[in-house]
Nanobody
Framework: QLQLVESGGRLVQAGGSLRLSCTASGRTFGSYHMAWFRQAPGKEREFVAGVGWSGGSTDYADSVKGRFTISRDNAKNTVYLQMNNLKPEDTAVYYC????????????WGQGTQVTVSS
């Protein structure tokens, strides 16, 4: 079992930066693949970034490559999303998610944190 709590979302101006955090409960956090997803009003939830269990493998949606960085600290049971050069189209609820490596789908989800980028 993995319980996830996101934090760090707020209102920010376009061009600004923000770092989201997701803290997990459980002793086996380091064995999970973690990711960030987002959902904008009226749109489907979409993948933003993912990181493997060791932090050495990362993946990004094309829309955020070069601007967002995902990382994790297994000693703190935390995964981060550093977001730079934010754009109004980045406005969404951001969700942290986790899965065991063998799983195709992300099974564990946080409650989400709102990021609003003003133009």
């Amino acid at each position: 079992q993995l319980q996830l709590v996101e934090s760090g979302g707020r209102l920010v101006q376009a061009g600004g930066s923000l770092r989201l955090s997701c803290t997990a409960s459980g002793r086996t956090f380091g064995s999970y693949h973690m990711a960030w997803f987002r959902q904008a009003p009226g749109k489907e939830r979409e993948f933003v970034a993912g990181v493997g269990w060791s932090g050495g493998s990362t993946d990004y949606a094309d829309s955020v490559k070069g601007r967002f960085t995902i990382s994790r600290d297994n000693a703190k049971n935390t995964v981060y999303l550093q977001m730079n050069n934010l754009k109004p189209e980045d406005t969404a609820v951001y969700y942290c998610a986790g899965k065991i490596p063998q799983s195709r789908n992300y099974n564990y989800w946080g409650q989400g944190t709102q990021v609003t980028v003003s133009s």
